[in-house]
């Protein structure tokens, strides 16, 4: 196992506008949710990736295989969904950022970043490591700004390590300000990328090679993930220190942080030249936001449809770019942060019907064979997933039913409308139970370089027969 994986950290748009908020909300309360929040996903990550490994196929192909026609084409259509939701904070924040720094008109820094995205895709052509490169290239060049930004403030680090390990929940909504920042982290198209980046390397068939790449892709993992929760404590702090300590701000500008007016407020807080650097670190975020979610379409495209590669990686980044450009297009620079909230709703609506399956082939001893997670890790992972997948249904619930009863609407709309409503979520729960409760019955190819790992893989599948 000469190479590594490039492990891909949550979405950098849609947690920016979060740690902005709770920053200034709270402060550093909330930075244990997201020490919380990384290492739920670097588990969840890591059992994508050994099941890329062990099965020599990722989610996308795995769902296509196992489910009837037109539940798989349901996973396929919010698959495809949360993609597009995924990719729309990564264009909002990179046309912005082209509108602040060179002020180019909003629509056009749409088209820009769009273009950007085909082009960062054409690499592939050259190389599928080149592609990651930059997108790597573009990582780094987030963080670098971020920690630029924060030695310009006085952190006291005893309230930010208070912060980061004793959980609190403090304050008004504190709550659902916790949960929105989960809900950032968990993404789902970070499921099925993960589980296919691992196929492009070349792994031997053997049982002890793919032990020791699970191993590696999980170090690789944790390590391109401890380096995303560094720039997200960076973003909180930033906000934290800057809104509580300077008592000349007016409260507003505090309260009601976006994307945009964070540029303003640094500019006035630490200077021109600093607002810039936040600039370069929303460009970048926003660019490879875009790339990444882009370049998982394309494996859920070829996973669920069984096209060629060649088809799909002209297709695949078109059904992507084209409607995410029209949105941003058309809601422009004044609604971005309506547009960042709506993208956040529907991932968090869509994320069932990448994490239970995922979840479900894990832990199927007939798919996985001997590298079965320990019953630790497969109730852990259960659990939490239930626990997100549960908060997220209920604020969403929450949240509506509070739009429709103080709503301006007539009665006859409300009516209607909960009509239309109920019974869909009635669907959504019980296709979230049915994809949970459904036993999985393909059986992957199992590697078996060796006698004892065939010895294993039989041992296991008569203790399932039993």
């Known amino acids: 196992m000469a190479e590594f994986n490039h492990p891909i950290p949550p979405d950098g748009r849609l947690l920016l506008q979060t740690d902005l908020q ?119 060049v987030m963080a670098s700004c971020f920690f630029i930004e924060l030695n310009q403030v006085n952190t006291p680090v005893n309230e930010l390590l208070e912060g980061l390990f004793i959980p609190r929940l403090r304050g008004h909504y504190a709550i659902s300000d916790a949960v929105a920042l989960i809900s950032a982290l968990v993404l789902p198209h970070n499921l099925f990328l993960h589980s296919s980046l691992v196929i492009s390397r070349n792994i031997p068939s053997s049982c002890e090679a793919v032990k020791d790449a699970s191993v590696f892709f999980l170090l690789d993992n944790a390590l391109a993930l401890f380096l995303a929760l560094l720039v997200n404590v960076a973003i909180v702090s930033l906000s934290a220190t800057i809104c509580v300590d300077n008592i000349s701000l007016d409260t507003d500008t505090c309260s009601s942080l976006t994307l945009k007016s964070a540029f303003v407020l640094f500019k006035n807080v630490l200077g021109r030249s600093q607002s810039v650097v936040y600039c370069l670190a929303l460009l970048a975020s926003g660019q490879s936001c875009a790339v990444i979610t882009t370049y998982s379409g394309q494996y859920i495209m070829q996973g669920f449809s069984g096209m060629r ?99 301006d609407l007539p009665r006859f709309a409300k009516a209607i409308i909960s009509t239309l409503v109920f019974p869909f979520m009635a669907a959504y729960v019980a296709a979230v139970i049915y994809l949970a409760r459904k036993k999985v019955s393909i059986n992957a190819a199992l590697p078996s370089g060796s006698v004892s790992c065939g010895i294993e893989v039989e041992e296991v599948r008569i203790q399932d027969g039993q």
Not at 112 to 135: D, H, N, P, W
Not at 336 to 346: C, D, M, P
Not at 356 to 363: A, E, N, Q, T
């Open 22 to 140: 709770a920053g200034y909300s709270h402060r550093y309360e909330l930075l244990w949710v997201l020490l919380f929040g990384f290492i739920f996903v670097l588990i969840i990550q890591s059992l994508a990736a050994k099941l890329g490994v062990i099965t020599g196929r990722h989610l996308a192909e795995l769902c296509m295989g196992e489910y009837p026609k037109y539940v798989r084409y349901g996973l396929w259509f919010f698959a495809e969904l949360g993609v597009i939701a995924a990719t729309i904070p990564g264009v909002l924040g990179t046309a912005l950022a082209y509108n602040i720094l060179l002020d180019i008109p909003f629509w056009a820094g749409v088209l820009i970043c769009g273009a950007t995205i085909i082009l960062l895709l054409g690499l592939q052509s050259y190389g599928v490591r080149k592609m990651e490169f930059m997108v790597v290239v573009f990582m780094l």
């Open 309 to 407: 590669k060649l088809i799909i990686y002209l297709v695949a980044p078109c059904l992507t770019v084209v409607p995410t450009v029209i949105i941003c297009s058309i809601g422009g620079a004044l609604r971005v942060r309506q547009l960042i909230n709506i993208a956040a709703i529907i991932l968090s609506f869509v994320l069932p019907f990448a994490l239970v399956p995922l979840l479900k082939f894990s832990s199927c001893s007939s798919m996985v064979g001997p590298y079965k997670n320990s019953i630790s890790i497969t109730r852990t992972s259960w659990i939490l997933s239930m626990v997100i997948i549960g908060i997220n249904t209920y604020f969403f619930c929450n949240s509506f039913i509070s739009w429709l009863v103080y709503s």
